[in-house]
């Protein structure tokens, strides 16, 4: 027994396995053995959506280059507001969008002004075109107008030096159009991964192929296909590799050199027909672990030349738990992503969920609000790992810790949002 494998006696009434090692140790070792990519390739903003910045962007210019209205109205001296009643100031021009007035404004002369405009010289406040009563050209305005208002100061969103935008951040919506307003038609990101993935087992067959005798769907290719699009990674699916020693070595050959990461699904327990730890073995370098959770005991991770690979159990929910808790971190971290760990919020939970001690459960919930507003979460029905449809109709993961024994209605539970995982 390794010294970080979980150090406790076990029993038949929970679920200690002294050779498994904690999940959050599962995923040290990963973080630990895999790098982040360093190739860049730049990109036109547009297509930046979602990938990942390479390098700080810092302000070359101010955002708004200058001193402009935030309404349409009229351009004035702040001396002009009368401290009681109404004043009387002249139109002495106009100032639109793109097109600034070329005339300085003089005290008791105002300027009409469009929202965007820069503000002409001698102004310093804007009079919004409603508080105003215009009668030929000539404006009164009355007292409720405060100094300054309505304008918006040169780069008081983005100004000169100011770090807009750092390496590491998987890019928005507001970071393209960030990109834009400084200008900047491309911008240096990382490479995206290539990731390989297939389903080994005979009873597999692939949608529109008849079901034969105990044969099944083959239903992990489409959920990782899935879970990997939404990371944006290039996708190579390889099919179903039956459960035979030479069709699983070509399939780890092909894919080795091929792909950032190979990812297959079924075959790593002890069972006869599970072949995947044997071709591993066999090809490259094997870390073959029992993660103490559930689902998901059996987790492979290892290298095959600059390949890394992850063997992932065969039942479908075990999949996605495996892939969300373990994969996607790696992914993420491999694309150069900065904070790749997933954000946990505490709740209580409306139902009594069963569990033994010694293992860290990933139950599947629905977060909801209750009829009195409040934020609760429930599990969604059978919790069995072939059950697919538990996570269907799931948003989060109801995470219990290891020492966990149950939870009995109203106890604090973990709770890690589906939402936060893509
Ligand atoms: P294994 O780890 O290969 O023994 O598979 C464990 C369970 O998951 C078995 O009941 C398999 O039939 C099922 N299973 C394996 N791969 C898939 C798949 N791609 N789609 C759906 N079920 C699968
Ligand atoms: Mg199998």
């Keep these: ?127 919004m075109q409603e508080l105003v009563e215009v009668s030929g050209d000539q404006i009164s305005i009355g007292i409720d107008t405060k100094p300054g208002s309505n304008v918006r100061e040169a780069g008081e969103d983005l100004g000169i030096g100011d770090l807009v935008l750092e390496k590491g951040m998987k890019l928005t919506p507001a970071d393209i159009g960030l990109l834009a307003s400084l200008g900047l038609a491309e911008v240096d990101v990382y490479r995206k991964l290539r990731v390989a993935f297939f389903s080994t087992g005979d009873e597999l067959r692939s949608v529109g192929e008849q079901l034969d005798n105990g044969a099944i769907y ?34 780890f050959l092909d894919a080795t050199g091929n792909s950032d990461i190979l990812i297959t699904s079924g075959g790593v327990s002890v069972g006869e027909a599970d072949y995947v730890k044997e071709t591993l073995l066999k090809h490259g370098e094997v870390d073959f672990w029992k993660v103490a959770m559930k689902p998901g005991r059996p987790l492979t991770f290892g290298k095959l030349e600059s390949t890394y690979f992850f063997g992932l159990p065969g039942n479908p929910v075990s999949v996605m738990v495996t892939f969300y808790q373990f994969v996607q971190p790696a992914l ?72 966990n024994n149950g939870v009995k209605p109203e106890d604090l539970v973990d709770v890690q949002l589906f939402h936060g995982l893509v």
């Design 218 to 251: 083959d239903s992990n290719r489409y959920t990782l296909y899935g879970m990997l699009s939404r990371l944006g990674v290039d996708i190579i699916d390889m099919g179903v590799v039956k459960d035979d020693q030479k069709l699983m070595d070509k399939a």
């Design 332 to 403: 993420k971290k491999m694309a150069g992503e900065r904070s790749p760990t997933p954000v946990m919020i505490k709740v209580p939970c409306v139902s009594s969920l069963k569990k033994r001690p010694g293992r860290v459960e990933y139950q599947r919930g629905i977060l909801e609000h209750d009829k009195n507003g409040r934020m609760v979460v429930r599990k969604t029905g059978a919790q069995g790992s072939g059950i697919l449809r538990s996570m269907a109709d799931a948003n989060c993961f109801i995470v219990l810790p290891l020492e």
């Design 1 to 127: 027994m390794s010294e970080n494998n979980i150090n406790k006696d076990y029993s038949c009434m929970d679920d200690y396995d002294p050779n498994s090692i904690l999940p959050d140790e599962a995923l040290k070792r990963i973080f630990n053995t895999i790098s982040a990519t360093t190739e860049t390739e730049s990109i036109p903003i547009r297509e930046a959506l979602g990938r990942v910045l390479a390098l700080n962007i810092t302000s070359e210019i101010n955002v708004p280059s200058g001193r402009n209205s935030a309404m349409d109205g009229y351009a004035i001296n702040a001396a002009d507001i009368p401290t009681e009643g109404t004043h009387t100031l002249k139109i002495i021009g106009s100032s639109f969008a793109g097109k600034p007035s070329e005339i300085k404004l003089k005290k008791g002369g105002c300027i009409r002004i469009m929202t965007g405009a820069i503000l002409p010289d001698g102004s310093d406040t804007v009079v």
